[in-house]
């Protein structure tokens, strides 16, 4: 667990603005009180939620996208922890582990790959190694009984937390199986075939390792569905999709009724929630769509889920403050700030 920073009140309190007779969340959130024995630290926390940073776009790199996912995290954070502790949300339920750092993988990759396809190919090697660091972390948390809050990073990081939850879950005595669903909001599939790892196909590996039972995704754009994944996604009875064509232009179902399916769907395990904030129209990411989804859906998506599921975690990915290509919008990091504290509300 190298790569993993973990963090102690000073770091926390550092991104925390305190103000005469207010009081906000990162005054009362709890840390590891033993930061070498995460496991120790996890178990014995009161808290029943974990929050934890994975700023990467390594993943997004090997699925030959624009950089940018590794700024969202401290945007976030700074947003989160200064949210007002009061009646509608404590801080003392959630416990601030740190975050990942995998940007010695980027620098030396960018530094030695001689052509892009020889970077592509480093990449997605890499992306093997986020697995490896981020799986077991997952795993303790989960096994622990406690909820894992992750904020990425690219998409690719969905196997290891469902590698990670199902087997913790499973450890737990929670499930019989090592194996959990997904529900996920997205513009893209995220299916795309065994290639190499990388932000397109982590619930495929996911499926194929044998630890994704069943997987929903919720607004998927037509125009960006592979016609092989669309066969494959038709074919399997454990996978589904809802467009977001056939949910706004042409109007077979609200989106009330889409997350309602979805959950139904996946309604005998517990599931892994997924955002990828590349569904939602002008947030800087992996995708950037002009037309898609609001700040407003992503937000009732995951409080509708979160009322209606048996949650094994949440993640939200493909979120950026600063893109490789110059698109920036610093309200990215208080928009998941939103998103998450809608999460903790509706599970209250």
């Not at 404590?90 to 582990?97: D, M, T």
């Not at 094994?312 to 893109?323: N, Q, R």
């Amino acid at each position: 667990m190298s790569q993993l920073k973990v963090y102690t009140k000073s770091d926390v309190l550092s991104h925390t603005k305190v103000r005469k007779f207010e009081t906000r969340l990162g005054e009362e959130v709890l840390i590891a009180t033993d930061p070498a024995n995460i496991t120790a630290s996890i178990e014995q926390s009161p808290a029943e939620y974990v929050l934890l940073g994975i700023p990467e776009d390594i993943g997004v790199r090997a699925s030959e996208g624009q950089g940018g996912g590794e700024t969202a995290w401290l945007y976030f954070l700074k947003n989160f922890l200064n949210i007002q502790s009061n009646d509608f949300l404590v801080g003392s339920n959630i416990l601030v582990l740190g975050h990942f750092d995998f940007s010695d993988l980027s620098r030396l990759i960018e530094a030695n790959a001689t052509d892009p396809q020889e970077k592509i190919m480093a990449y997605r090697h890499a992306v093997h190694t986020i697995d490896e660091a981020v799986e077991p972390v997952i795993r303790i948390i989960t096994a622990a009984g406690k909820i894992p809050i992750v904020i990425g990073g690219g998409h690719n990081n969905a196997y290891p937390l469902i590698k990670g939850a199902a087997k913790g879950l499973h450890k737990a005595g929670l499930t019989p199986l090592a194996q959990i669903n997904a529900v996920n909001l997205d513009a893209h599939p995220e299916f795309s075939p065994v290639e190499g790892r990388h932000s397109g196909n982590g619930f495929r590996y996911a499926e194929e390792d044998g630890f994704l039972e069943k997987y929903c995704v919720i607004g998927v754009h037509e125009n960006y569905i592979p016609q092989n994944v669309w066969l494959d996604i038709l074919n399997n009875p454990f996978v589904d999709c809802i467009t977001y064509e056939d949910i706004f232009v042409l109007e077979k179902r609200t989106f009330a009724q889409a997350v309602a399916h979805a959950t139904g769907f996946t309604e005998d395990n517990y599931i892994g929630l997924e955002v990828d904030l590349d569904a939602i129209a002008q947030v800087p990411g992996a995708g950037l769509p002009p037309s898609g989804l609001t700040p407003l859906h992503a937000r009732q998506y995951v409080t509708f889920a979160s009322i209606d599921s048996r949650i094994a975690y949440l993640h939200i990915c493909e979120g950026a403050v600063c893109m490789g290509n110059g698109c920036s919008n610093p309200s990215t990091g208080r928009l998941i700030s939103y998103i998450v504290s809608d999460f903790l509300k509706a599970r209250e």
